[in-house]
């Protein structure tokens, strides 16, 4: 039996700002971070988007740690790195660098 599909929206970022452009990005987790987001365990209200190293990273996304796991808990407000093509990455480097912009996860 197939997971059921996941969706986990931060609706505070569509009030804040004004969404210029979406992207669809991978997001790299740890372990337990897993399957603590299948079970919606995730807030992403204080949630922004960072470049460093020329890599894009999510800062302040909670997710709670796992109650069953058993040796190793998550950071539950680690930096998460986001998985874009280097395109986009460009793109969005670009676009940061004007004055005014901000890169948010909805």
């Known amino acids: 039996m197939k997971p059921a599909q996941v969706n986990i929206r931060n ?8 969404l210029i452009d979406t992207y669809t990005a991978g997001l ?12 919606g365990k995730v807030s992403m209200n ?12 999510l800062k302040n996304m909670h997710v709670k740690e796992y109650d069953l796991a058993t040796h190793w808990q998550h950071d539950p407000i680690r930096m998460r790195k986001l998985l874009l093509q280097k395109k986009e990455l460009r793109k969005l480097l670009a676009k940061v660098k004007e004055r005014g912009f ?5």
Do not use: M
């Not at 470049?51 to 990273?57: G, S």
């Not at 901000?102 to 909805?106: A, D, K, M, Y």
């Open 46 to 57: 204080d949630a922004y988007c960072i470049f460093k190293d020329n890599e894009l990273w």
């Open 11 to 18: 609706r505070r970022a569509t009030f804040d700002y004004e």
């Open 102 to 106: 901000t890169i948010v996860p909805l």
């Open 28 to 39: 790299q987790l740890h372990g337990s971070e897993i399957k603590s987001i299948r079970e």
